[in-house]
């Protein structure tokens, strides 16, 4: 039995009204179906087409993934298809939120009339315990590890590259370099740009599959050091790789260090 006496309760509830109304117009910029999903989103329902998937961990909370058809991934910081009441936990599908979002209204619950919150980790929140289930069992079955966009700086997520055995190579997709962490190879610049050279290598089923534009000009990639590969956008030092037409014709592509930057 746990005994809260009322006024923790009170103090609870308009910590967490503050809280949604300072977040309001970020819940509007992120709020589902106002994105499409990208070609790495692609990219990702394309492995799990194949069977190669094992999970898709994700730290965004805007659905992209279910937009893209993904299944198996886990929202590790929860997302806005449900939102629950923070004082009779009483829950709802997250398009109920939508209307007074969009006008900047705080959600109310239909049962209780509490605020209801998105089901999403405000920070200094726990994980959902789903998280913590599946990567007690992946950490076991995983015989490869792509980080794609992560900065891998926010617990626990940033763990999971350590939880991993030893014999499991691990690949960074990223603007740049992480000096905390290590990667047996890391292709570094715009993940679209890395996926869609990916998708070419992979053969034509993958560039289809993954809907790679078509005629799109390929990049052209460099080798910056041993298992590492710059591609345009790959930030180096602080500046940015930037990207012109290849003397050679408009169908390459090359990457040169900006100095402008």
């Known amino acids: 039995m746990i005994l809260i006496h009322s006024s923790s309760v009170q103090r609870f509830v308009c910590s967490y009204t503050q809280e ?10 992120l709020f589902p179906g106002q994105y499409t999903p ?44 449900t939102a629950t009441c923070i004082s009779c936990d009483h829950c709802v599908k997250g ?10 209204r705080i959600p109310v619950c239909p ?41 891998l700086k926010v617990r626990p997520v940033s763990l999971i590259p350590s939880v991993l055995r030893h014999d ?25 740009a890395i996926v869609s050279e990916l998708c070419h290598c992979l053969g034509p089923d993958w560039v289809s599959d993954a809907a790679v534009p078509p005629n799109e000009q390929r990049a052209v990639v460099s080798r910056s050091a041993s298992g590492v590969y710059l591609f345009p956008g790959a930030i180096i030092d602080h500046r940015e790789l930037a990207v012109e037409a290849d003397e050679d014709g408009p169908s390459a592509k090359k990457a040169k260090l900006d100095n402008d930057k």
């Open 20 to 29: 949604i109304e300072m977040w309001l117009v970020t819940y509007q910029e």
């Open 38 to 81: 990208s070609l790495s989103h692609r990219f990702v329902a394309s492995l799990e087409k194949r069977g190669k998937l094992l999970r898709n961990y994700t730290q965004n909370i805007d659905t992209l993934e279910v937009a893209a058809g993904i299944q198996r991934a886990v929202f590790c910081h929860g997302s806005f298809d």
């Open 95 to 104: 398009d109920v939120l939508k209307d007074d979002i969009m006008n900047e």
């Open 111 to 151: 049962e209780c009339s509490e605020v209801l919150k998105p089901d999403i980790v405000f920070f200094g929140e726990g994980l959902p315990e789903s998280f913590h289930q599946r990567l007690q069992s992946d950490k076991l079955e995983a015989d490869l590890l792509i980080v794609m966009g992560s900065s």
């Open 168 to 192: 499991v190579p691990q690949v960074l997709i990223n603007r740049e370099h992480l000096s905390h962490m290590t990667f047996d190879v890391e292709l570094l610049g715009y993940s679209d």
